[in-house]
């Protein structure tokens, strides 16, 4: 699954030779954090903990010049181009280093999406992908345009129109 329920399943962080298996027991992760990029706060959705640090997805997409990269992340070189790194648009998993991760406060007051919210957005988008779906093939007559019968009658209808113009510019 892709977008916000990508972190539910087995993937392997950019800057880790392993794959993380996130630990649907431990009630700490998911949490919303940050990571401080110098003057930036880019936020992130820490999934789990491992030896190293904190297996984080950027959430926001933003270059980080390599000068503002936290202290003591792992793979740091490869995970520059042309001397920044490019969150989101090459960079979304990253083991970052506990101590460059902070939980400010604020980001945790307010209104906050709940799973049940989550769950019941997730089921209307599959519901509406299918009357979508549905509603195509109703248009189209539940034949498919593209199909050989399509193909065929245009290819008549083409060989029709030659015979007909060579037959009135032919006399």
Known sequence: MLGQFGGVKPFCPDNMNRLFVPDATDGRFPALACMPCGTQQVPVLVHGEVPEGYVCEVLEECRVPASDLPRGLVGRDSLLVNGSVPFVSMCT????????????????????????????????????????????????????????????????????????????YGT
């Open 93 to 168: 998993f990253l083991m970052v280093p506990v101590a460059a991760i902070e939980f400010p406060e604020e980001w945790y007051t307010g209104i906050r999406t709940s799973n049940t919210q989550l769950i019941s957005d997730f089921e209307y988008y599959l519901a509406e992908l299918g009357r979508s779906d549905r509603a195509k093939q109703d248009v189209q007559g539940g034949k498919d345009p593209g199909g050989i019968a399509g193909v065929f009658w245009a290819c008549a209808g083409f060989m029709a129109f030659i015979i007909l113009l060579m037959v009135l």
